[in-house]
């Protein structure tokens, strides 16, 4: 609590990408609601219908995020990019949004020196998975760790439920199945169960306040801890 207090104190500054999805979504919810932070900068393809006071929004190019590095001189950076191989179609366009957009974001924080990069990864990420979706969130977090960024929480979720802008009925019906059998999800399965999507941005919001360094990484069963 004390920690809270001496941050609210200093009124952070907060940079997220990718305000339009699910988890993003919440996670700016909190952050415009919260007494920690003084102003925070969205980045957008087409404008949100949102006001607030301390929001600015940024309509941008993410094949030249490098042309917007003056808005990377924050704190904190939130990055909840990510796509779905269905809606990228292809592999390359899948990596081009969750592995390259979320590097070059990370390398411009670095350069930045912001205090903290926070981003959303996948449960069995690893890079010599088998499995593609798996194996590039791995190499996007192996890269994310050579960088010199003082702060860095990797966040690990299984299944994401909440209430989408677009609607996926296959996720919808696994959602709606999985949180029914609770039974399934006990020792080592628990990092797969379904987890709310409030609750990773509660856990990426409360990480950012603490201002821990070093590399963390939080399997989804963490999260209700963390949150």
């Known amino acids: 609590m004390f920690a809270l207090e001496v941050l609210a104190l200093e009124r952070r500054t907060a940079l997220l990408l990718g305000a339009s999805g699910l988890v993003g979504g919440e996670l700016l919810k909190l952050l415009l609601e919260s007494d920690l932070y003084r102003q925070v900068t969205i980045f957008v393809r087409t404008p949100l219908p949102i006001e607030h ?18 808005h990377f001189y924050v704190d904190d950076v939130f990055c909840c990019l990510g796509t779905t191989r269905k809606k990228a179609k292809t ?11 979320t590097l070059r974001a990370a390398a411009l924080a670095e350069k930045c020196r912001v205090k903290s990069f926070l981003t959303v990864s996948s449960v069995g ?3 010599c998975s088998p499995f593609f979706y798996q194996r590039i ?5 192996e890269a994310l760790q050579r960088l010199a960024i003082p702060s860095l929480h990797i966040f690990r979720p299984s299944l994401l439920v909440g209430k989408r802008r677009e609607f996926r009925l296959g996720e919808t019906l696994a959602g709606w199945l ?10 080592k399965w628990k990092k797969y169960k379904p987890v709310d999507a409030r609750q990773l941005a509660l856990a990426m919001f409360y990480r950012a306040a603490s201002a821990t360094s070093g590399v963390h990484i939080y399997e989804c069963d963490e999260l209700a801890r963390i949150s």
């Open 53 to 70: 006071e301390k929001l600015r929004q940024v309509v941008v190019d993410f094949a030249r995020l490098e042309s917007y590095e003056r």
């Open 91 to 101: 592999k390359q366009q899948f990596i081009q949004v969750d592995y390259e957009y």
């Open 125 to 127: 990420a690893n890079p």
């Open 137 to 141: 969130k791995g190499e996007t977090e």
């Open 178 to 187: 999985l949180c029914r059998l609770p039974f399934l999800f006990v020792g």
